[in-house]
């Protein structure tokens, strides 16, 4: 039953404040580990590149989970779905705390990866449905700006903890934060979307999370060369079997994701953005800080001081790009982020071995409010315009896609760099690379505007 005409403003606001909560929390539990790794070597006895399996491997089974969430927020009731994805995260975290070897952490992370994945297009959706579509842009600034904070809190946040409580107090933290929004979610949380019909074929399953997996480990394992078969072999393999089952899906008559929804021009315009923006946010957050540290010479604790402020930007940033976007639209934001990402990739190109900190902290900060100025408006433009099934497809596909492309450029920018000579001329080559695709963003924009006029005749 649909409990949305019954909803209080007081239950709206419980549950937004849950929704948000829960966002920021998942967020950071993906980001803790990374300044972890010494601690997980020292305490397990394992490589660093087994130890960063931690990370990357939350990343991946959340990934492959993001398609299946289609299915389940049709079929599942809001409150049950949160609740178990909840229960998955909080499980995870408690498992992790306790946790005496290796493998035993390893699948704890997992655990919480898999409640990430389950509330990454679930909290979009039910946002989106309970409120009015002048409001979606603002809704989905404050969704991205708690997740955008919990990237910069995670690893300090971490790092005070272990200092404090050890390793294990991080996980403990996140048990009880976790346990928290699970009572918020038996208060607050209400069906607000109808159950519909669906069916889940375990075949496009297996196909899909092995098309997914194969792609993401090929890319992970690019930079040993891309003529081999554990990166090639398998970005190859992968794309194979993604482009079989995106075939099969426009095919059936019941797919596991509708990708119909691409035939709607904001949302495939979205995507499109989408994209670029991670192959620029993503890859600037890869190649600065090897430019600060190992060609500049600038220590961990210079560079983290000089990314503060854009970090702080993009926070309040995120929140005014989504109160503008309700207000006047996607138009202004298109040009807005293409100008200053266009500022960023020639300020980029003059990034020397005499550069300041506080070039890096300004060339940082421009990058980062760019990013907040589309990712939120491109969120609410690809999801705001779709309704029932067909949102929840295009939820489910959006965020998959941008799953990939997080990691594809991380990679991207790090190859370019590794055969450009990995020396300042490399560097030169990533903004380059970074022009090229902003560049894109311009072409993206000029379709959307065409697009826009065409449908007003």
């Known amino acids: 039953m649909n409990d949305k005409k019954i909803i209080s403003d007081t239950q709206r606001t419980g549950i937004l404040v849950i929704l948000l909560v829960s966002a920021f929390v998942t967020s950071m539990s993906t980001t803790v580990t990374g300044n972890m790794i010494p601690n997980f070597t020292e305490f397990f006895g394992v490589s660093s590149n087994l130890a960063q399996w931690l990370t990357s491997g939350a990343t991946l089974i959340s990934g492959i989970t993001i398609p299946i969430t289609a299915f389940l927020i049709k079929r599942t009731p809001n409150k049950v779905y949160f609740l178990t994805a909840m229960t998955a995260f909080t499980t995870g975290s408690l498992s992790a705390s306790l946790a005496i070897s290796f493998p035993v952490l390893l699948v704890s992370r997992l655990l919480q990866a898999i409640g990430c994945g389950m509330l990454l297009s679930f909290a979009q959706i039910v946002l989106l449905k309970l409120y009015p579509k002048e409001k979606h842009g603002t809704i989905m600034a404050s969704y991205s700006m708690a997740s955008t904070i919990s990237s910069v809190v995670g690893p300090t946040y971490a790092g005070l903890v272990m200092d404090n409580f050890g390793w294990k107090g991080v996980f403990v933290s996140l048990f009880v934060i976790g346990f928290l929004i699970i009572i918020g979610g038996v208060i607050f949380m209400k069906n607000v979307t109808e159950k519909e019909d669906a069916e889940l074929n375990i075949g496009y399953v297996l196909l899909s999370s092995t098309g997914f997996a194969t792609f993401l480990i090929g890319v992970s394992n690019i930079s040993g060369g891309l003529f081999s078969l554990k990166s090639g072999g398998l970005i190859i393999t992968g794309i194979i079997l993604l482009s079989t089952f995106s075939v099969l899906q426009l095919k059936s008559e019941k797919p596991m994701l509708n990708l119909h929804v691409f035939r709607y021009s904001s949302f495939s315009i979205a995507v499109i953005l989408s994209l670029c923006l991670y192959l620029i946010g993503m890859g600037n957050g890869m190649i600065l800080p090897i430019f600060t540290k190992a060609i500049r010479g600038f220590s961990d604790t210079a560079y983290g001081l000089a990314t503060i402020f854009g970090s702080l930007l ?42 300041s900190i506080i070039y890096i902290s300004v060339l940082f900060a421009l990058q980062s409010v760019a990013m907040a100025s589309l990712m939120s408006p491109a969120t609410a433009m690809a999801l705001s315009g779709l309704e029932g099934k067909v949102r929840v497809d295009g939820s489910a596909i959006f965020n998959t896609i941008r799953q990939i492309s997080s990691s594809l450029a991380s990679t991207l920018s790090v190859l370019i760099y590794t055969l450009a000579g990995s020396n300042m001329t490399a560097v030169h080559g990533v903004y380059v690379y970074f022009g090229i695709v902003t560049v894109a963003v311009f072409i993206t924009v000029i379709i959307y505007i065409k697009s826009e006029n065409r449908n007003k005749v």
């Open 314 to 355: 993009s926070v309040f940033a995120t929140l005014s790009a989504g109160k503008l976007y309700d207000k006047v639209g996607i138009k202004p934001m298109f040009f807005t982020g293409a100008g200053l990402f266009t500022i960023f990739s020639v300020m980029g190109l003059f990034l020397s071995e005499s550069t």
